[in-house]
């Protein structure tokens, strides 16, 4: 269920440059049908911790499972864009239940010894759904259009609810504890109005009320969650966890490989087709090999954390990973659908080596008591880094206005924009990891 469920995150992708034309909206309003649904999946993942405390897991099961065809159902009848984005914010309530749900079982079912392979296979959802997103979209829009997208995956949703009822157990026991809806406001205020900012940038500009305006009231959120939240006996996030610092320092390094991949799976797509000019279905498609790769490869990824420690997988993956980078960042005006194809397998193998063993060996080292905890700032950060790289990339992509220059010519240079931001934050998770392994004290 979490694997559909990220897989519908992405899979509208290639539709966007279709859904600009017949919906007559821009580009930086179409990505809101992938940034809306990254940011309603993150506001969900603030309250993980507190929903494993108070429902059992088959609850929440069930629950993801009915908010997905109900999505679903709103998605595939949409009549317009604004009921179209209605549709997918609910049915993000599938993904924000279905993955730290995956994450919890596996914590507590599996030994110290084999978590690095099972985190492994757990992360490679997060990892290989997203990717698989863009070439399900264009596969589906070629052969009937953007809506079967939805109609495909109405009867899968359906089987996967019956087998979950099925088989879904309780390792833990539950309590009824009360909600804090005061936090959970503070928290939504602060994401909603950053996300609202930072996409602001394209159109009002780095000095504008609305980019300014929306990060000063995210701060101010931020600050009364951390004063309300240390007068409650149950916060929502427990924020202490961050005195850890290969925690800390791992979860930053972890967002950063989200913000660039999610991102990076709204770009390529894009540039392909309004640059390349390439189908639907090649823009899709050409992400496949990677993805495929990839999938193969994760579960040895998570047996090197096992034989071998954290700092092999992790630093040879964000080598590979930061080589992509920069092979985008300089034939960013001049790539073509193979070219594309060939860096993303390289790009894919990297950040798949480093994310799914960036989180398993920053969850090592926090306390047992605190892993529910961890895995909801966890998941929260990167659904919400999610939303922020399809925001961020989105601007940039579409932030040059040359007189003269022809629309793809322009794309063409925003790209490149982005990809070097894409190199830059790459570049910066390896001082994020040397921080975090220099406060470690065991690498196994």
């Not at 309603?40 to 929903?51: D, E, G, N, P, Q």
């Not at 994450?103 to 084999?114: A, D, G, I, L, W």
């Not at 193979?338 to 398993?360: D, H, Q």
Request: include cysteine; proline fraction near 3%.
């Amino acid at each position: 269920m979490a694997f559909l469920g990220i897989l519908v995150e992405t899979s509208m992708n290639v539709t966007f440059p279709t859904l600009m034309k017949t919906m007559h909206v821009s580009l930086s309003t179409v990505q809101w049908i992938t940034t809306g649904y990254l940011l309603m999946v993150a506001l969900l993942m603030i309250t993980s911790a507190f929903l494993k405390q108070r429902f059992t897991n088959r609850q929440l099961f069930v629950a993801g499972a009915l908010v997905f065809i109900l999505g679903d159902l709103i998605c595939a009848l949409a009549p317009n864009f604004w009921v179209l984005l209605f549709g997918r914010l609910i049915q993000a309530g599938c993904a924000g239940l279905a993955i730290p749900l995956m994450f919890n079982v596996v914590m507590e079912s599996v030994p110290r010894s084999r978590l690095g392979f099972y985190m492994g296979m757990a992360g490679l959802i997060l990892m290989i759904a997203p990717a698989s997103g863009p070439t399900f979209g264009g596969i589906m829009v070629s052969l009937a259009d953007w809506r079967l997208i939805f109609w495909s995956t109405l009867p899968v949703e359906m089987i996967i609810l019956v087998f979950g009822v099925l088989t879904i157990q309780q390792f833990d026991p539950v309590e009824k504890i009360r909600f804090d809806w005061l936090q959970f406001g503070l928290l939504a205020v602060a994401f909603i109005s950053f996300t609202l900012g930072v996409n602001s940038l394209s159109t009002a500009g780095l000095l504008s009320w609305q980019f300014l305006g929306g990060i000063v009231l995210a701060l101010v959120a931020i600050r009364l969650y951390i004063r309300v939240s240390k007068r409650s006996g149950r916060p929502l996030l427990r924020l202490e966890i961050f005195k850890n610092r290969v925690f800390t320092f791992s979860f930053f390094a972890y967002v950063v490989l989200q913000f660039c991949n999610i991102g990076i799976n709204f770009a390529l797509p894009n540039y392909a087709q309004i640059v390349v000019g390439a189908t639907s279905l090649i823009g899709g498609m050409m992400l496949l090999p990677g993805s495929l790769i990839t999938a193969v490869l994760q579960p040895w990824f998570g047996h090197l954390l096992d034989a071998h420690g954290a700092r092999l997988p992790i630093l040879f993956g964000s080598s590979l990973f930061l080589l992509a980078a920069a092979g985008f960042m300089i034939l960013g005006q001049h790539l073509t659908v193979l070219v594309i194809a060939i860096l993303y397998i390289l790009f894919s193998i990297g950040r798949s080596m480093a994310f799914s063993n960036t989180l398993t060996n920053g969850l090592k080292e926090v306390d047992i008591r605190q892993r529910a905890d961890a895995n909801a700032i966890y998941n929260t950060g990167q659904q919400f880094a999610g939303s922020l790289g399809t925001t961020v990339l989105a601007a940039l992509m579409s932030a040059v206005k040359i007189h003269g220059m022809s629309y793809a010519h322009e794309t063409a240079v925003g790209s490149q924009l982005a990809f070097g931001l894409i190199f830059a934050l790459s570049a910066l998770n390896f001082v994020f990891y040397r921080v975090a392994f220099k406060h470690q004290q065991a690498d196994k």
